[in-house]
């Protein structure tokens, strides 16, 4: 049976530890010792070279035997009720008797293999009860601190107390991952660590994914040699082993030279995640080897709890000044009485409260393109290039951030003014907005060694630097940090600003419309006294005309020619169409003034009064009426009564000359347009109709389909009984074919 190690041997630099596949190593550190067992068959297909240093067996002799041919049945048992207890990296480890020594165990699986890490069972130095005891008491110093700080601080304290390593921070990233010892204990001798910051190319990536899966990462011997991990060689070249999980995976090279070049000797490092992310570290160092018992490293895993327990109650209690100020200014602001004009913006502007809701230094209102501005803001062209931008650049109805120079060229001219902004749109088109600002503030930022030489170059290519000395940076163009209560705040007042803004367009509406109903009812007025005009006074005219050609063609003892009697007779019938013409325009005027009340009508009664005014006119026509039973409509009865003349009228009007005209009139019921009930009239004629492309120019004012000189008529008749369906809140159809007749169905409403 051939065997090979799987030691990862890629050589690794700073060019591409970007992408060091840290999780598969290949090696262990060598306080311990691992084997891998498949899951499936139960045979060791992985295991340390260095576990002849611990029990009289070397991995040759053991690789693709069974688990319990080489340990013992009794061994594999306890293992696979462990499994199946699902006590997976938990806190209690699994105490196994290997050939008559006793090691202490964890176990877990990566992919289809349970690792199995072995590390030999010591009296703990510090009995169990004395770490609960100490760790009870920390519980009970908790709810003497106030601030998150003061909490860690704790922590920090109290770990160090429990594991004796020589320093512990508790190391809290920023947006960017850069770290900042946030609180540190450390021995009276060793230069304090606290406020400095580190770059985020300390801490890689990768790196920074195992740690959000393996929240404790132990390094007894910063110079330990790695101890290579074997396996059957069958023939897999890809064969691998990920020790995401592992307590004893071999750390990264360029990792080990970093802690070198701090002069650490052993680390313990303790995720602290918050919110599903990577908030920050309780890192722990020892400038000598250092190990620790399950018990304590269990004991310094729970403060890292207590933390993480904690943050959002400790940040909540450090902002809770600051939103108890902003809300109090923004009640402020809601409360005043504006009215729903432009110039409540200038009021609105002038309050100081508005400053206060953020802890703005500045803030401008843009509304209709007039820029209201108080306090340290840019000046009003910055403001309208910001505006664009921002529409540009988010396509959002907010944005805040306190480094606008991030995004924005140009932006470093203003940073004394708008270091820092938020911007919330109060418009469709995002034109209309309000903007907080916040001016520049300068901070000085002390890094552990130059950041801009993390990485330093020699001949042998790029390591990671060895000077940590004090380097102070000038952060420019930045304002402070928003917090979340002030972004709560201006958002909750760009709310009511929203229903302000709306207030007063509406507000201009109304007075738009108010304008305009009055040059309408202006021009009304003067359209009424100019047909006033055309329907009365242009008629005496026309009387007179009619009088004096009726006098010329009537007088015996004058003889005219033929030419001239014709002329007067044309002369006289034109005078009467312009009556006619007159008389049915002031009909379609004065239809739209009307404000008479509906009532319950019998159409067949207005019917008998319609054909008994046009009696003469049917029976010189010999034309035939036939009128079915009609239910009762809701109308006002004398427009309906010109409604029913109408009609008739235009039947009798474009009847056949050879042809007796034939009008049926009848319902067809109630019928829905558009889900609203109608009650349906038809008028049916078999006259000479028209093409049904006409069907809705024919109710337009002076349209005419047919000959003048044949068919007599102003033009008006059809377009009154539309108006007249209008105000009924109804309408009128037409169908026609050409030489057979047309159909014309009235819809009157239900619930007028």
Avoid at 226 to 244: F, Q
Avoid at 583 to 596: E, N, S
Wanted: charged residues 20%; contains cysteine.
């Amino acid at each position: 049976m051939k065997i090979k190690d799987i030691v990862n041997r890629d050589i690794v630099n700073l060019t591409n530890c970007e992408f060091e596949p840290i999780h598969i190593p290949g090696s262990i550190q060598p306080h311990g010792f691992l084997i891998g067992i498949d899951s499936n068959s139960w045979k060791i297909d992985f295991c340390s070279g260095n576990i002849s240093n611990f029990i009289a067996l070397s991995h040759q002799n053991i690789l693709g035997k069974d688990f319990k041919t080489v340990f013992g049945k009794k061994q594999e048992i306890q293992v696979q009720h462990y499994i199946s207890k699902d006590l997976f990296l938990s806190s209690t480890p699994l105490q196994l008797d290997f050939m008559g020594k006793f090691f202490l165990c964890t176990i877990h699986k990566s992919n289809t293999t349970y690792i199995l890490e072995a590390e030999p069972f010591v009296e703990a130095s510090k009995e169990l009860a004395d770490v609960y005891s100490q760790t009870s008491q920390f519980l009970s110093y908790m709810n003497e601190t106030h601030t998150l700080q003061e909490l860690c601080a704790m922590v920090a304290r109290g770990t160090r107390e429990i594991t004796g390593y020589d320093r512990v921070m508790i190391y809290r990233f920023d947006k960017d991952y850069n770290g900042e010892v946030f609180a540190e204990s450390v021995k009276e001798d060793l230069e304090p660590f606290l406020g400095l910051h580190y770059p985020h190319t300390d801490i890689p990536v990768q790196a920074r994914q195992l740690y959000m899966q393996n929240l404790l990462r132990l390094i007894v011997d910063i110079d330990y040699i790695p101890v290579p991990l074997y396996t059957v060689d069958d023939g897999n070249t890809t064969k691998n082993l990920d020790l995401s999980l592992s307590i004893l995976r071999s750390t990264s090279p360029i990792h080990v030279q970093y802690l070198q070049n701090m002069g650490v000797g052993a680390t313990l490092t303790i995720s602290l995640i918050h919110q599903k992310k990577l908030w920050g570290l309780i890192a722990c160092h020892h400038y000598s080897p250092k190990n620790l018992s399950p018990e304590i490293r269990l004991a310094a895993q729970l403060q890292g709890h207590f933390i993480t327990s904690q943050i959002d109650i400790r940040q909540s209690n450090e902002e809770y000044d600051v939103a108890r100020k902003s809300n109090l200014a923004l009640e402020k602001m809601i409360s005043l009485n504006l009215q729903s004009k432009e110039n409540s913006f200038q009021k609105i502007i002038e309050n100081e409260a508005l400053l206060e809701i953020c802890n703005a230094a500045g803030v401008a209102i843009i509304f209709n393109g007039t820029v209201y501005k108080n306090g340290v803001t840019p000046d009003e062209k910055y403001i309208n290039k910001l505006i664009g931008w921002i529409n540009n650049f988010t396509k959002e109805d907010s944005f805040s951030t306190d480094k606008l120079s991030d995004f924005l060229l140009n932006a470093d001219d203003y940073c004394q003014e708008a270091s820092g902004i938020i911007y919330h749109s109060l418009s469709i088109d995002n034109h209309d907005c309000i903007i907080w600002f916040r001016p520049e503030s300068l901070t000085e930022i002390n890094w552990a060694g130059d950041p801009n030489k993390a990485i330093i170059k020699d001949v042998n290519g790029l390591y990671p630097r060895n000077s940590f000395e004090l380097y102070k940076e000038i952060v420019k163009c930045q304002s402070k940090i928003w917090l979340q209560p002030e972004l709560n705040a201006a958002a909750n007042y760009a709310h009511t600003l929203q229903k302000q803004f709306s207030l007063v367009l509406i507000s201009q509406e109304e007075e738009k419309y108010r304008k305009l109903s009055e040059l309408l009812k202006e021009t009304n007025s003067e359209l009424e006294n100019i047909n006033w005009i055309s329907t009365h006074d242009l008629q005496e005219p026309l009387r007179k005309i009619q009088m004096i050609s009726s006098r010329l063609l009537g007088k015996e003892d004058e003889v005219f020619s033929e030419t001239v009697i014709n002329s007067v007779q044309r002369m006289n019938h034109s005078a009467k169409r312009m009556q006619t013409l007159l008389i049915d325009i002031l009909k379609y005027t004065r239809i739209q003034h009307i404000d008479d009340t509906f009532e319950l009508v019998k159409p067949e009664n207005i019917l008998a009064e319609v054909l008994s005014d046009l009696n003469e006119h049917i029976n010189e026509q010999k034309a035939i009426i036939n009128i079915h039973e009609l239910p009762e409509i809701n109308g006002i009865p004398f427009l309906m009564k010109q409604l029913f003349s109408n009609l008739i009228q235009n039947s009798l009007k474009y009847s056949f000359q050879d042809k007796a005209p034939i009008i049926n009139i009848r319902t067809l019921g109630i019928q829905e347009i558009n889900e609203l009930p109608f009650q349906v009239l038809e008028f049916a004629d078999n006259g000479i109709g028209f093409e049904q492309e006409f069907a809705e120019n024919i109710f337009n004012i002076f349209s005419r389909l047919h000959n003048q000189e044949k068919y007599k008529g102003s033009g008006v008749g059809l377009a009154l009984c539309k108006k007249i369906m209008q105000v009924h809140k109804g309408l009128i159809l037409a169908e026609g074919i050409s030489n057979e007749g047309a159909i014309f169905r009235l819809y009157f409403p239900l619930n007028s």
